[in-house]
Nanobody
């Protein structure tokens, strides 16, 4: 059974950083591209970033370019999202997902981790 578990969320002040982790079990991570998504209160879920199976290709939403970095460690079956220069607009529940390819269909979702940016 494909399972993804996010961690690393929390409450931070504007300008601070957080690193989210997504640990996979039940499957080998390098079979899939991996994505991070987020959903703010009252808004639809949006794509934040995606990384290819090998890690050689990444993409980002315009709103996070230059501030967020996605990476993966296939040996550890874990994907990361390093977030810096956080703003209140980044407040959301963050989800990771396994995809057949970036922008492709998802195979599994995590349960989400809350990120709150507030002074």
């Amino acid at each position: 059974q494909l399972q993804l578990v996010e961690s690393g969320g929390g409450l931070v002040q504007p300008g601070e950083s957080l690193r989210l982790s997504c640990a996979a079990s039940g499957f080998t991570l390098d079979y899939y591209a991996m994505g991070w998504f987020r959903q703010a209160p009252g808004k639809e879920r949006e794509g934040v970033s995606c990384i290819s199976r090998s890690g050689g290709s990444t993409n980002y939403a315009d709103s996070v370019k230059g501030r967020f970095t996605i990476s993966r460690d296939n040996a550890k079956n874990t994907v990361y999202l390093q977030m810096s220069s956080l703003t209140p607009e980044d407040t959301a529940v963050y989800f990771c997902a396994a995809l057949l390819y970036c922008s492709g269909p998802t195979r599994s979702w995590g349960q989400g981790t809350q990120v709150t940016v507030s002074s």
